[in-house]
């Protein structure tokens, strides 16, 4: 489709479209800048009186929030990390090697997006009551280790890469784990850091599985922590809890202002 | 080299899912030794219309969710279809929702239709609106946590389809142009049936998700007020950690993996249908 330029009007309108989504997360940064008496007198005035931190301190003093950061931090970088040196050798088996049964292997690899964490919860929680892994990082970590789509994206990645280069690496005395792991990630740097950031993110964000695997606060993580800061105490503070959610997501905008088409390239693939 | 994955998948992927059939087949509450019940969990979520009742609170915020995302997502990718600095902004903007939590959206949300001190309801209020208490009544909560889905996922509709818009060729719009065709009639007899593949693709990938939400759920409405949002997932986690259900909670789980196997299969015959064009 031909664009035409932009009206006046049409510039404004697609201002206002924008404000729908810009507008919410300043109301969440100011209200976290306000007093309770304050955004209970004036629930539509915009600017704080004084600019105060308190609801940041007290959300700090409510709940181990660092610990939370922490563990969030720890938990999606693991599986982040876990993700990329499962996915470069099996994305090299599946599309370089030839052996029986790849066909299958690659099949089984994207069966698994079939199956949600929302489907496999209760079986796996069960597992791991069992052997007294609930309340670890292993229990948030390992049932993730495996990413489809990353497994799928090395594998088309190595697509282009030519044999012959494998070919000289062999000739020059490289073992097959040396070629996984030395000579394929500088190759594929764009989608490595693609998958990397999108399952960052991803778990980063993740409420669900932390919820019905923890009870600790030894690993529990950031979503949990900030969706109890509205369940605790008399009455919702919601300057606290605001605070929290700025913790939560700023991070991730961040990475979303920073890397955006790196992030983009991860999701349109996710779905297609 | 891919011994790892394949251990991985069987072990936190195949294995549960046997183990959920196998579980469904039980009375168990985590404490107690388990119990042969046969297909009696089953016969337990039909009997009650607990089952219908569920699908019922998911269809209303999945459909709410799909067909406004849908809906908003062609609109905003028709109208940032464009070059320029201002258009990218609001791209940007509008998936940035995309990106960040359900957790964060869900209290965002929360928070702007507080019924007392809530920016939204407050602005509504002084326009003449009552939408105070949206989520407190049990015949808008479904469509009003619906519509924070729509907010929560537009620009993932709107990025595919200006995937959508930016493969149909310029030259088959301008020929329609030089043929006399207005720009309504471009768009319901040219742009649109070339986009239908794109947009079969949207609704089945969203409904899919949407119909696996479950954190907006629980930080909003917790499937109240009384269960009308009560929806599928929430229903499963229900179960499993505040009845100790095991059984009840696994044969739900097992006909929400048939279901969405029915939406995969309906999602794969859509993306057919794109490839196709």
């Known amino acids: 489709m031909k664009a035409r330029p932009l009206s006046v009007p049409g510039g404004i309108g697609l201002s206002l479209v924008a404000l729908v989504w810009l507008a919410p997360y300043a109301w969440m940064v100011l209200t976290s800048l306000k007093s309770l008496p304050e955004i209970v007198a004036a629930p539509l005035s915009p600017f704080p009186s004084t600019l105060r931190l308190d609801a940041y301190r007290a959300a700090f003093q409510s709940m181990p929030l660092a610990r939370y950061v922490w563990n969030t931090s720890v938990m999606a970088f693991g599986i982040a990390a876990l993700q990329l040196l499962l996915a470069l050798p099996a994305g090299y088996a599946l599309a370089k090697l030839r052996f029986k049964g790849r066909g299958v292997a690659f099949g089984l690899v994207l069966a698994t997006l079939l199956v949600p964490a929302q489907v496999r919860f209760v079986p796996t929680f069960g597992l791991f009551a069992e052997l007294r892994l609930t309340n670890t990082f292993t229990a948030l970590v390992l049932p993730f280790a495996v990413s489809a789509l990353g497994t799928f994206l090395v594998r088309q990645a190595l697509m282009s890469v030519p044999d012959a280069l494998l070919e000289a690496a062999r000739i020059d005395g490289a073992g097959e784990w040396t070629i996984v792991y030395r000579i394929l990630p500088p190759l594929l740097v764009p989608t490595l850091i693609s998958l990397f950031l999108f399952s960052f993110v991803f778990h980063w964000n993740d409420y669900f599985w932390p919820l019905v695997m923890t009870t600790d606060d030894r690993v529990r993580t950031l979503p949990l922590g900030v969706a109890l800061l509205r369940e605790q105490g008399t009455g919702v503070r919601w300057h606290i809890v605001m605070a929290g959610n700025v913790i939560l997501s700023a991070p991730v905008l961040a990475i979303f202002a920073l890397a955006q088409k790196r992030l983009l390239h991860a999701i349109t693939a996710s779905t297609s | ?277």
């Not at chain 2, 990718?77 to 609001?90: C, D, Q, T």
């Not at chain 2, 209020?125 to 105070?132: E, N, P, Q, S, V």
């Not at chain 2, 060729?169 to 065709?181: Q, R």
């Not at chain 2, 009384?226 to 696994?250: C, H, K, N, P």
């Open chain 2, 1 to 277: 080299m891919l011994a790892p994955t394949l251990v991985v998948l069987a072990t936190f992927y195949f294995y549960p899912l046997l183990v959920a059939v196998y579980y469904s087949l039980h009375a168990w509450d985590l404490l107690t030794p388990a119990r042969y019940v046969g297909l009696d969990n089953y016969r337990a979520l039909l009997a009650g219309g607990a089952l219908a009742d569920v699908l019922l609170a998911t269809l209303r915020v999945s459909l709410t969710a799909v067909l406004g995302s849908t809906l908003l997502g062609l609109l905003l990718a028709l109208a940032v279809n464009r070059p320029g600095r201002l258009a990218a902004f609001v791209r940007s903007s509008v998936f940035s929702a995309y990106v960040v939590s359900w957790v964060s959206v869900g209290l965002l949300w929360l928070w702007l239709l507080d019924a007392d001190a809530g920016a939204v309801s407050a602005l509504f209020r002084m326009l003449g609106f009552g939408t105070a208490g949206v989520l407190a009544r049990p015949e808008s909560a479904p469509y009003a946590l619906g519509l924070v889905v729509v907010w929560k996922v537009a620009g993932y509709a709107m990025v595919l389809f200006l995937g959508g818009l930016q493969s149909i060729p310029p030259s088959v719009v301008e020929a329609a142009t030089l043929d006399g065709a207005s720009r309504l009639d471009r768009f319901f007899h040219v742009t649109l049936p070339l986009l239908a593949p794109t947009l079969a693709f949207v609704t089945t990938t969203s409904l899919i998700l949407t119909f696996q939400a479950f954190d907006v759920v629980r930080v909003m409405t917790q499937g109240g007020p009384v269960r009308s949002t009560t929806v599928f997932v929430y229903s499963i986690y229900e179960q499993m950690f505040m009845d100790l259900r095991v059984g009840r909670a696994s044969a739900e789980a097992v006909v929400f993996f048939v279901i969405l196997l029915g939406l995969t299969g309906l999602e794969l015959w859509a993306f057919r249908r794109r490839g196709a064009v």
